[in-house]
């Protein structure tokens, strides 16, 4: 838990967090929870939620809903069951995701449907079933868990998260614009290398070990300056010093010279085989 958060008083309403049985959309969680802000928690593993669940109860009420948001017809089930239970989303935390290591041709197209269909699809759909209800109450949060890699030039390898994250990010700043009068606030939250399972997952642990720790946040620091930076209505968030360091500088580059520089590095940290 993060002792010295400076949330606001909780919003009357529901946390929806996706992909919350582990890393940062637990550490978003337990975020919440610290805040007195009641849970719905949905993930296709359902004994993890079921024990983040059990972790949360005696802090915050907890809903826990499992869903596989590859399968297209889940966001509407979602929000039906939501919607049937008489519950409000007030904020709407659309984290889960995951990585397809290694070439693009190195995996079938239902691989790569898949994904899209988590990273980009749901969080629109998600987004564009819960938004009119925040609207109509004159207040909501939106924040959209994108990457570090949606602000820097592609490497090989992994081929769609950056393009997907990249996608979040204007999704969200030109939502943002869209919202602010209506009383919501929507953000990216744009970690870099994060203290995770992420890398177990994709099988990159023993090679993104070898990189600097001045690169890597924890779980629980990544919720926190999230959730703060969604309540000042700060539009994108990039955690830790260093990532932001890192964006700027690819920012101000000649496009050649920073691809070149990802391009020369990629292979730490990026499977293209």
């Known amino acids: 838990m993060s002792a010295n958060s400076k949330g606001p008083a909780p919003a009357k309403g529901y946390a ?4 919350a049985s582990s890393g940062i959309g637990a550490a978003i969680a337990r975020e919440y929870a610290y805040r007195g802000v009641p849970l719905i928690l949905t993930a296709r593993r359902t004994e993890r939620l079921q024990a983040l669940a059990d972790e949360l109860r005696p802090r915050v009420e907890v809903v826990t809903l499992a869903a596989d948001l590859a399968d297209p017809g889940a966001p509407a089930a979602l929000h039906a069951e939501i ?34 269909q988590v990273m980009v699809v749901a969080v629109s759909e998600l987004t564009h079933r819960f938004l009119p209800a925040m ?12 990457s570090l890699a949606g602000l820097v030039p592609a490497s090989a390898g992994h081929t769609l998260y950056g393009a997907a994250k990249s996608f979040l990010i204007r999704f969200s700043e030109a939502l943002a614009l869209e ?17 995770t399972e992420f890398h177990d ?3 990159m642990r023993e ?5 600097p720790k001045l690169l890597w946040l924890d779980a629980a620091s990544v919720a926190r300056l999230g959730l703060d930076a969604v309540e000042r209505g700060q539009t994108r968030c990039i955690t830790g010093r260093a990532n932001r360091v890192i964006a700027g500088i690819s920012k101000y580059l000649p496009d050649g010279l920073a691809r070149a520089l990802v391009a020369s590095r990629s292979k730490e940290f990026r499977d293209a085989d």
């Open 135 to 146: 609207e109509a109450a004159g207040y909501g949060r939106i924040v959209n868990v994108a």
């Open 16 to 19: 929806l967090v996706t992909g």
């Open 179 to 195: 919202v602010k009068e209506r009383g919501v606030n929507v953000s990216a939250l744009c970690p870099g290398f994060t203290y």
């Open 207 to 211: 090679r993104v070990s070898k990189l």
């Open 201 to 203: 997952v994709n099988g």
């Open 83 to 116: 919607a049937a239970r008489g519950l409000h989303v007030a904020h709407l935390l659309n984290n889960a995701g995951y990585g397809v290591p290694g070439r693009y041709l190195s995996a079938d197209w239902k691989t790569h449907a898949d994904f899209l």
